[in-house]
């Protein structure tokens, strides 16, 4: 449980630079919806992550305990999802709909990286 919080503080670094990226995109080129777009998938994906990872100790902890666990957040973190998507689709003059859907990724694509990290580095 410790690696998904210390994945979770690094993606949290990420995506500060990320959004950093993103709002210079924002301001600078020609493109600011994809830009944006990107912003709030992140912010939605992360925000996805965090409630697994809550969702994850809450889950270890009535194990633990013998308790039994309704559930694991799958339909909170599918409603933000549709949400992330939802608000591109209602201001396509604000947001990119396609750039949403691969910023809301970008966490998942972080994890997938540091899982490989973490192989490697177990392996040597």
């Not at 994809?34 to 912003?39: A, E, L």
Request: glycine letters at 8%.
């Amino acid at each position: 449980m410790l690696d998904l919080h210390r994945i979770y503080a690094k993606q949290k670094k990420g995506l500060f630079f990320l959004l950093a990226a993103c709002l210079l995109g924002w301001f600078f080129t020609p493109y600011p919806t994809i830009f944006s777009g990107i912003g709030l998938g992140a912010c939605f994906g992360t925000y996805n992550f965090w409630i697994l990872i809550r969702r994850m100790e809450k889950f270890d902890r009535s194990y633990h305990e013998g308790k039994r666990v309704v559930s694991l957040g799958s339909g909170l973190r599918f409603a933000s999802a549709v949400a992330a998507i939802l608000l591109p689709i209602a201001l396509p003059q604000y947001f990119n709909v396609i750039s949403a859907i691969v910023g809301l990724m970008i966490p998942y694509v972080f994890l997938f990286i540091e899982a490989l990290f973490s192989l490697v580095k177990a392996r040597k």
